[in-house]
């Protein structure tokens, strides 16, 4: 399902974070990103140790810095929100320029902050690391519900196909002189979605016959992957290890 298609933040590169089997990267992403929720917002040394073990996996992996600062801006919409919360909140108050903010409103937006980015260079590492169609078979080798892989690679496939409907549906309204840009134009852009999800829904339509007349009854085959070798969980479990440390230190302290 989907042989053939690479997603857009994949990096081809020849590293021993890329080589890693997708299970291994998988679980250790998770791993990494619930043991950084769990971690108390007042640590601030924490999470910098955090970024750390990030920036050395992000070093292995040959991704650079300028790559995944432009793609952090992912999470601009959440981070203006914690923005918001020094002035919105109540309780205890600090002065700062003249400016009366709240306590908690700061920790709360630094906790919003840090977590929520820390978690996204992480998802950032593991997409930059692992081919689309790794992605799934990590997951089966997981024994995740075949449900959930089958929507993935539903979604994944369709993504680029929806997109390239998209962009026809766009030259041939540019082909007609007509290119909506304000605000009284909104109704072009609305007219244009309803099409793109009636295009959708009829080509969903179209591979799910296509697929029934081909044998489908529901399931998949499950997807083989080569299992990870005992070296290979180790490097996952000694970074997962060495997080969950921080993690229990923090906790503690």
């Keep these: ?72 801006l992912i999470e601009v919409p959440f981070v203006v929100l914690a923005v918001l919360l020094p002035f919105l909140g109540g309780g205890e108050t600090v002065t700062w320029l003249g400016v009366d903010l709240s306590v908690e409103g700061l920790y709360g937006a630094w906790n919003i902050a840090v ?65 909506p840009r304000f605000f009284w134009q909104l109704r072009a852009w609305a007219t244009g979605a309803g099409a793109l999800f009636l295009r959708a829904f009829e080509r969903g339509e179209r591979v799910y016959v296509a697929m029934l007349s081909r044998g489908y009854t529901g399931t998949f085959p499950r997807i083989k992957g080569r299992h990870a070798r005992p070296g290979e969980w180790l490097a996952a479990l000694a970074f997962g290890a060495v997080t969950g440390a921080v993690t229990l230190a923090a906790v503690l302290t």
């Design 115 to 179: 977590k929520g980015t820390l978690g996204v260079v992480s998802s950032l590492l593991l997409a930059a690391t692992t081919p689309v169609n790794d992605l799934i078979t990590g997951l089966e080798r997981l024994r995740c519900p075949q449900i959930i892989t089958q929507i993935a690679a539903f979604m994944l496939r369709y993504l680029q196909v929806l997109s390239d409907e998209a962009r026809r549906m766009r030259v041939a309204r540019l082909s007609r002189g007509y290119e």
């Design 1 to 72: 399902m989907g042989a053939g298609h690479a997603h857009v933040l994949h990096l081809e590169r020849d590293s021993l974070v890329h080589r890693l089997p997708p299970q291994v990267k998988i679980l250790a992403s998770v791993a990494f990103t619930l043991l950084v929720v769990l971690t108390p917002r007042e640590s601030m040394w924490a999470f910098a140790a955090y970024a750390v073990l990030l920036a050395a996996v992000a070093a292995l992996a040959r991704v650079g810095p300028l790559w995944i600062a432009r793609r952090t």
